[in-house]
Each structure stands twice: as structure tokens, then as C-alpha cells.
């Protein structure tokens, strides 16, 4: 049990205490594809759909940014932290299949992986929730941890 920094000596969950930390400038990007099929993208204009609820992709990325900032009250032992920043874009990628990056900054002693995973995945929900009118074949298919840099370790994934 001693490997997970989220469970105590007598085997509960903890929130684990960041006091000791220094406070460094700490990134992290998560990428989130999505398949929409050429059902949905075929309504984009100029890469962007508007429906009924309004714009997708720019909501989309105003709901990333809110998932981000909300995610320790959705996540158990995330910390809450101060955002310094948060950059989502949306892209068509080909016919079919869309792509979300959600990069997150701040100075302070813990990561932000959880909140730009967060935010990704919020961002691809909220696609799906304006589109599924159009088409509910619609399907989040990969979310994965880019790059994170800051505190111990940085690492970089392709």
C-alpha cells in the first residue's frame, strides 16, 4: 500500500499534503479525439457548427475551461488550485473525427494533469451534448496526458 500516495498507513484514502512542496511553474496538456461522423461534420461551416444551443466548438471550449476550474470538486483528492491559465482548441481532423487540446498552467506545489484531462473530456461532452440531435453515433474515443511539465518529473507522451 505504500506505493499509492492516496491511502494511508492504516490503508484510507488521503489527500496528500502538498506543504512541503515548493511552488513551480507546472503545465500539463491532455488530447481528447473524438469520432463525429460525417453526419455532424458535414453541417460545420469556416470549423465551426452552430445549433439550436448556439455555437459547439465555442461552447465546448468555455465548458473545458469551467470542467478544468471544477475539477477537485468532481475528483476526490484533487486539490483545488489556483488556474493561472487554460488554452483549449478544437480542430476537424478529417471527415470524421475531431480533436481537443486542453492545456492548463499554474504556479503552485501540485500538477494540473487531472484538470487538463478534465477539461478535455468536458469539452468532448459538451460536443456531444449539442450534436446529438444530429447523430448520437457520436463517440469520445481517446483521452490521454500529452505532456506535463513542472514538479518532480516532466514527461512527454508522442
Same mark, same amino acid.
Given at each position: 500500500m505504500s506505493d499509492f500516495t492516496h491511502i494511508n498507513k492504516k490503508g484510507n484514502p488521503k489527500m496528500v499534503n502538498v506543504s512541503d512542496k515548493k511552488? +513551480? !511553474?507546472r503545465t500539463a496538456i491532455a488530447k481528447a479525439t473524438m469520432f463525429l461522423g460525417k453526419e455532424v461534420i458535414s453541417n460545420f461551416s469556416n470549423d465551426e457548427l452552430t +445549433? !439550436?444551443?448556439g455555437p459547439v466548438f465555442q461552447t465546448?471550449?468555455?465548458a473545458g475551461?469551467?470542467?478544468?476550474?471544477k475539477t477537485s470538486e468532481l475528483i476526490p483528492m484533487c486539490h483545488p488550485l489556483l488556474i493561472n491559465g487554460v488554452d483549449i482548441d478544437i480542430k476537424i481532423i478529417d471527415s470524421e473525427n475531431i480533436e481537443v487540446l486542453c492545456e492548463v498552467t499554474i504556479e503552485g506545489k501540485t500538477g494540473v494533469e487531472m484538470e487538463a484531462l478534465t477539461g478535455a473530456n468536458i469539452s468532448c461532452l459538451t460536443i456531444y451534448d449539442m450534436c446529438k440531435s444530429i447523430s448520437q453515433k457520436m463517440v469520445i474515443k481517446e483521452v490521454l496526458l500529452v505532456e506535463k511539465t513542472g514538479g518532480k518529473s516532466d514527461i512527454k507522451n508522442g
Open positions: 511552488i +513551480t !511553474k +445549433t !439550436k444551443k465546448a471550449i468555455i475551461i469551467q470542467g478544468v476550474k
